[in-house]
């Protein structure tokens, strides 16, 4: 029993029903929401060392012991995921201060951006299925209203098409629940698993996975990404990178928390699909992000590409190959939080997005030039950052477990990745200056302020990889046994 | 019992189904709805239709209900009812503004 574990949850809520009242006071919504995100970032912080020190951390709701009440669970990957996505959070939201516009912050923009913060961190630390829907509701909820907030037309028009999928989606997820629960008769996750396998992972259950495969990957834009594209290029920079960074982790965290967890039994069946899934999404993704000439539609694409990197992990399911996705979803959350908002000053600064109409920017901004720059060779894997000791890991893993094809899939990925994002800057930030609108916008200390926090941040993550890999190696380990997790949350 | 039901859940499904895959947009709204309805039911159907008392400990029964499935269908109501509403008001902002409630005009390849 340990209360901290609902503070991620609790201090971002009470943030936002706060937060409500202040409507016209921009001011005072500015600092409570960045109190309450210091507060949440500091809260996690003290979970990842609490579960560092003593092992994996339970909370029981009410005092109903598991498997009759809901109960929250922080391993390794929980805390670490938690502790990223708060992060995550405050630098966006600083960088939301300048650039998402007054009428925007009055009409609860901050309550908002809250409530998807309560969804993710809920998703990350619930060990209840039931629970985990209702989380992943409380964040694509939040997430209608962020994308729609403003109502030009085309925030109109893609957010019918990112709610009907995602409503499409929540209604598979509870057909997928509620066969799980005729099948095997609970919804607690560790319980879920010893169920499971006892009943031995038949036609039935394998059938079942892979309705759950096919509802996390609509949430995390593995192979069923047709809708991303779209629907992340349309909310304003801030909002795109908190999307980018957290809502399609969120769906990965549960595709990886479910087949390691519950159906791990059948890998030839659920993780060669994945597998299949992830390669195809690398490739189609690679397309994408080779075949358009907008920043928003090519960095979308990278968010693809980097989906199916991890899900390869997860389908080679080694020690090292789960090691390195962890560390590549981590790395990931705010290598792209950074790319988005850096994204965001190009557009900004060049007024267009598309990429024959800009160029030159390098002699004046030379901060968020160099800063891209360090941000696309950070996602590509170049080795003194963050993004290397992960695709090392998987890339290992795959070979260790010959799956030689998926592997040079993966590697062959990381090639566009590099290209696609080294075009960008190459257009925007060489060549000649283009004729711009009269005044030159300017480039506020805030917005840089957030990028530079984040680009520290994969920087240290390279340099510091042995320490980060202490905690990641630990998480692995929980993945590989679910015994752990189990014994932590049933025998207490 | 659960045959009839399954079958009720496949036709909503089905009609469901046809619904969305259509060009209005109020009709891909109704067709959601349906598919809402048709999953509640479903978690009604899959945790065995016995006969009991209602899950009240006053009936002194000798057999209730599962109560679980029904307050995984109150909470899951609930949360379809919000999402239906605010799916309307979207429906109905994006009828005013851009004109149409046809799916296929709406693509939008090119960037107003």
Known sequence: MNNLLVFPLLIPLCAAAILIFLKNNVIAQRWISVIGMLATVSASGAILVQVKTEGIQTLHMSGWMPPYGIVFVADTLAALLVL?????GAFCLIFSFGTVGAERERYYYYPFFQFLLVGVNGSFLTGDLFNLFVCFEVMLISSYALIVLGGTKRQLRETLKYMLINILSSTLFVAAVAY?????????MAHLSLRVAEAGQDGILNVIAILFLIVFSLKAGLF??????????????????????????????ALIRTFTLIFYHEP????GWIGWMAAATMVLGAFGAVAYSDVQRILNYNVVISVGFIAFGLAVASKDSLDGAVFYLLHDMFAKALLFILGGLIVHLSGTSRLKEMGGLIRKYPAAGWMFFIAALAVAGIPPLSGFAGKLLLIRGGLQEKEYLLTAISLASSFIVLYSLIRLFMNAFWGEEKARPEQAPALSKGMLLSAAGLCVIVIAMGLGSEWVYRFVTDAGDTLMNPAIYIDAVLKE | MELYMSLAIGIIFTVGVYLILSRSLLRIILGT???TH??????????????????LLGQKADAYVDPLPQALILTSIVISFGVTSFFFVLAYKAYQKLGTDDMELLRGKDDE
């Open chain 1, 268 to 271: 030839q069946v659920t993780h």
């Open chain 1, 180 to 188: 799980l629960y005729g099948a095997v008769g609970t919804l607690n």
């Open chain 2, 33 to 35: 709805s349906l598919l």
């Open chain 1, 84 to 88: 990223a996505a708060s992060a995550v």
């Open chain 1, 224 to 253: 069923l990404f047709f809708w991303l594209p779209g629907s992340y290029s349309v909310p304003p920079a801030a909002v795109a990178a908190l999307f980018g960074a957290l809502l399609t982790k969120v769906g990965l965290y």
């Open chain 2, 38 to 55: 048709g999953v509640h039911m479903l978690l009604l159907t899959m945790s065995r239709l016995k006969t009991g008392a209602a899950p």
